[in-house]
């Protein structure tokens, strides 16, 4: 049924051809259930398992190996083929692996569905299982209940709804049972209606049920997670890029190879391998796996700082990002009231100044005690005195903890003014009174506080009232300023308005309180209860910022970071909250009433000048991440409810609440926070930083040793060499000598003030700045060592291996050298703490024995095709190692020359 909020209650049974008292009859319930299905979420079917191994064997890099892998076979290089193959099964498992980590959002949303629900059928009242309901049936409400489905409210006394999950209202919803004026009316102000999955809070009600399964709000959130299209992380993309390259490169240097061995007249045989060597040579098959084990690593490291990484990508989205989307209530805010502000007619305080005795009103007594007696929530009962758990409403629960930590323990006083009566909040009154009977006065707060009260001597009954500002000062018709009961006047009035007025344009929820002393004789007169009350003064009570999230977001801004608050809470109160975080600095905000009249285009031309937005539904929230994203941002979305979990899956990376977040959001995103700690998110990014600029350093490494291979692959058949470098050699360069130093280049620290620079800009290439031009200099620098010591050895003695062994050898020494010199970007090596990281030390001298195995051990000899060096040799592999760290030292030198410090230069910033 759509919009029925916006019509009459009876215009809604009419519709829904049910009756309020009768209910539906079973045979309609049957009716119904065939044409609607039953009341639940639908899954929709994951990918099979083929189509997710299809996934991992169909890129164009994966396809050439395993066509070299085929060729070797019919040319029975058997130890070649095997070798291809295992490094195309390893990385497909690992793909795979990924890959099958199922989404279980869906399950989650299902357990929000409760098993037992109360209606009303064939004139009778009856419980079913929620699965059962259909549109029109009866549904009783009472506290304590979730909602099984989507209603509209026919009856509503005191009824008030959790709502934070779906809406990310922070306190509960005053619900009532009348229309609705408007025509665009936000899901959070929809006052007349209830939703799947939340909670009411107090009071009971009736409902007729609208929608139920997908056709609930909950449903259309189910529908919008399922829809949204897994995107591919930055550091993904930019792989994916690299892939197409090296691709296109690696087919283009197959045939200029292939060409010119048959034009030199070589067999078919050596023309296959000498392309097969050159298809291994170009592309990395190590690098995959070396970025998958450096994600592994720093995602242990963030599970020590309380992140815990669902999808492993998410650690370098992270340093990617440029936009953080984060909800306010239980993300930014601790989700729960606190009473800041004490306002008496004359002057107000904090409530700090209150607890530490800066005041000595005896006004504010009163105050916090009618706010604690006229009051239906409690305090559970706890070691530690300084943490309350509240038991109630939230908002409630605030007056009582207020009063406990100015001294005024509501279970002490209730002993000594102990209720006897009460009217219960309604919306029309705007207000609740308790009526309390005067037993003793044996707590010295209590005696002095009604003997404040009382000044004209003391009765046997006393009645607070709390509620709206608007509501009390229609009862009210006098006011205690500086301890003396007077007059209310206009001016007096004019001045409390005021006060509320601006209170909660600062965002802070506000409730008066009055009394007046009951006489006996007037027991029975309730109308006069609230009627000519004695105003005493309002609270003021917020969701309070998180003190780290504020330092959190200052570290933000100085990463070039912009946060942007989205929430479904009323915009006053989340500007207010922005404002104190200092996300707000403009001032600006829209709605969803606002979104929703705006085109995609008008709100990109906004996007940028807006920093929060309010009472905004799901859809809205994944609008504003589309329009970053289209903006060509890096969007992170940090959220704990229900309603979050679209947007979570939406953005490049979601960030759950692990404490306070439903399992929803968990299951939704790539990130959980242990702590619900928003700071968490900052050194979660700083690592992600981290670790990309470590993937730059294994791409630069990496790929510079593939380009000496290649020159050396090119350079010998022009030559007139044999194949310089056999297909299992360069597999053995590109797993072993690659893979191992570049696993160690993920232990790197971060460098310089990592957090003091902006995030890579999300169009930036792998190869941005310097990164390309190091790669090919070395490159060639690395190859031009390894043709001419290959060549040279080669004209010595063309009938012996030995050269060939030497070439091998030579590119694994000179990587050696070369990996320690990158492990910064511009620092010298001679300069850099070598013991910084004993795990880099450790890689290269494993790597180093491992390539003396192959040379001196006869059985890897015959796999491998090495021979045993003479120590010359073996000194000039070594001398031209220390070529390539000469020649780094020399390039970094000419790059700090030019550079001035702190300005971005090759690799980062310094």
């Known amino acids: 049924m759509k919009n029925p909020h916006l019509i009459g209650k009876d215009q809604v049974l009419q519709e829904l051809k049910t009756d309020a008292l009768e209910g539906l009859s079973d045979n309609e319930v049957r009716a119904r259930l065939l044409s609607n299905g039953p009341n639940e979420l639908i899954d929709k079917g994951k990918k099979s398992v083929f189509a997710m191994l299809f996934d991992q064997v169909k890129e164009v890099m994966v396809i050439i190996l395993i066509v070299a892998a085929i060729v070797s076979i019919f040319l029975h290089e058997y130890i070649d083929a095997s070798a291809i193959l295992i490094i195309v099964i390893l990385n497909t498992i690992l793909g795979f692996w990924q890959g099958f980590n199922a989404e279980k959002a869906m399950a989650a949303l299902k357990k929000l569905a409760i098993s037992k629900v109360h209606v009303r059928r064939g004139g009778g009242e009856k419980e079913i299982s929620a699965e059962e309901l259909v549109p029109g049936d009866i549904v009783i409400i009472e506290a304590g209940n979730i909602i099984p489905a989507d209603a509209r409210l026919i009856e509503a006394v005191n009824l008030r709804v959790q709502e934070a999950t779906l809406t990310g209202e922070s306190e509960p919803v005053e619900k009532i049972s009348e229309i609705l004026s408007g025509t665009d009316v936000p899901l959070a102000d929809r006052k007349n209606m209830v939703y799947t999955g939340t909670v009411v809070t107090y009071g009971r009600a009736e409902a007729v049920v609208t929608g139920t399964g997908m056709n609930t709000e909950l449903g259309n959130i189910a529908t919008m997670l399922q829809d949204v299209e897994d995107e591919q992380a930055p550091l993904q993309k930019r792989l994916a890029r690299l892939g197409t390259i090296l691709t296109g490169f690696a087919l283009i240097l197959i045939a200029v190879v292939a060409l010119v061995t048959y034009l030199r007249g070589a067999h078919l045989k050596e023309m296959f391998m000498t392309a097969i060597s050159m298809a291994v040579a170009a592309i990395p098959e190590g690098l995959p796996a070396v970025v998958t084990i450096a994600l592994a690593l720093s995602a242990q490291k963030m599970l020590k700082k309380k992140a815990l990484i669902r999808h492993l990508p998410a650690v370098e989205t992270l340093g990617s990002v440029t936009v953080i989307c984060s909800d306010k209530t239980g993300t930014l805010t601790q989700n729960r009231m606190e009473v800041t502000d004490v306002v008496l007619p004359d002057r107000g305080y904090t409530m700090d100044e209150v607890i530490n005795g800066k005041t000595a009103d005896t006004s504010i007594g009163l105050l916090l005690l009618a706010g604690a007696l006229c009051n239906d929530a409690g305090l559970a009962d706890k070691d530690d005195r300084e943490d309350f758990s509240i038991i109630g409403d939230p908002t409630e629960g605030s007056l009582v903890i207020a009063a406990q930590k100015a001294g005024i323990s509501k279970t002490s006083i209730e002993r000594v003014l102990p209720r006897a009566a009460e009217f219960p909040f309604d919306s029309d009154r705007k207000r609740m009174t308790t009526l309390h009977k005067i037993a003793n006065l044996s707590e010295n707060m209590v005696k002095e506080v009604l003997e404040l009260a009382a000044q004209e001597g003391s009765t046997e009954y006393i009645a607070f009232t709390k509620g709206s500002i608007d509501g009390l000062m229609e009862v009210c018709t006098h006011v205690m300023v500086n301890g003396k009961i007077t007059d209310l006047t206009a001016d007096n009035k ?312 030497m070439t091998f050898t030579t590119l694994t020494f000179c990587q050696m050298a070369f990996v320690l010199c990158i492990r910064k970007n511009l620092q010298s090596i001679f300069t850099t703490n070598l013991l910084s990281n004993k795990v880099m030390l450790l890689a290269v001298g494993i790597t180093l024995t491992l390539q003396l195995i192959l040379i001196y051990v006869s059985f890897f000899n015959t796999v491998f095709k090495t021979e045993p060096l003479s120590a010359v040799q073996l000194g000039v592999c070594f001398l031209a190692a220390a070529s390539v760290i000469l020649a780094t030292e020399i390039e970094k030198l000419i790059i700090r020359r030019k550079t001035l410090f702190g300005t971005e230069c090759g690799d980062g910033r310094l």
């Not at 105003?535 to 009570?541: H, S």
């Not at 996300?583 to 996007?607: H, P, Q, Y």
């Not at 306070?660 to 702590?675: P, R, Y």
């Open 494 to 805: 004019d001045k409390i308005l005021d006060e509320n007025k601006v209170m909660a344009q600062n965002g802070i929820r506000v409730l008066g309180t009055a009394y007046k002393f009951i006489k006996p004789a007037e027991l029975d007169q309730t109308e006069r209860w609230e009627q000519q009350l004695i105003y005493i003064g309002m609270t003021g009570m917020i969701d309070p910022v998180r003190p780290e999230a504020v330092e959190a977001v200052h570290l933000c801004k100085k990463a070039g970071i912009r946060v942007v608050m989205i929430t479904g809470d009323h915009p006053l109160t989340a500007w207010a909250i922005a404002r104190e975080l200092g996300i707000a600095e403009n001032g600006k905000f829209l709605t969803g009433k606002d979104l929703s009249s705006m085109s995609v285009e008008d709100l990109k031309k906004r996007i940028n000048d807006v920093s929060v937005f309010a009472r905004v539904s799901p859809e809205h929230k994944m609008i504003i991440i589309d329009a970053l994203q289209e903006m060509n941002q890096i969007v992170s979305m940090t959220g704990d409810g229900v309603n979050d979990a679209p947007a979570l899956k939406s953005a490049d990376i979601g960030v759950a609440m692990g404490i306070t977040g439903t399992d929803v959001s968990k299951e939704a995103s790539d990130m959980v926070l242990l702590d619900d700690n928003f700071a968490t998110i900052v050194a979660a990014v700083k690592e992600g930083r981290t670790i990309f600029d470590n993937i730059r350093k294994f791409v630069k490494y990496i790929l510079a040793g593939n380009a000496g291979e290649i020159m050396v692959m090119l350079t010998g058949p022009i030559l007139g060499m044999p194949i310089p470098l056999l297909p299992i050699q360069i597999l053995w360069i590109n797993l072993v000598t690659d893979g191992v130093p570049a696993i160690a280049l993920g232990y790197e620290e971060a460098e310089g003030n990592v957090m003091e620079r902006p995030p890579f800009r999300p169009e930036e290439g792998i190869f941005s700045r310097g990164i390309g031009r190091q790669i090919l200099t070395m490159g060639f620098f690395v190859g031009l060592i390894c043709i001419v010591i290959g060549f040279w050895f080669w004209k010595i003695d063309p009938e012996s291996g030995a050269w060939q062994t």
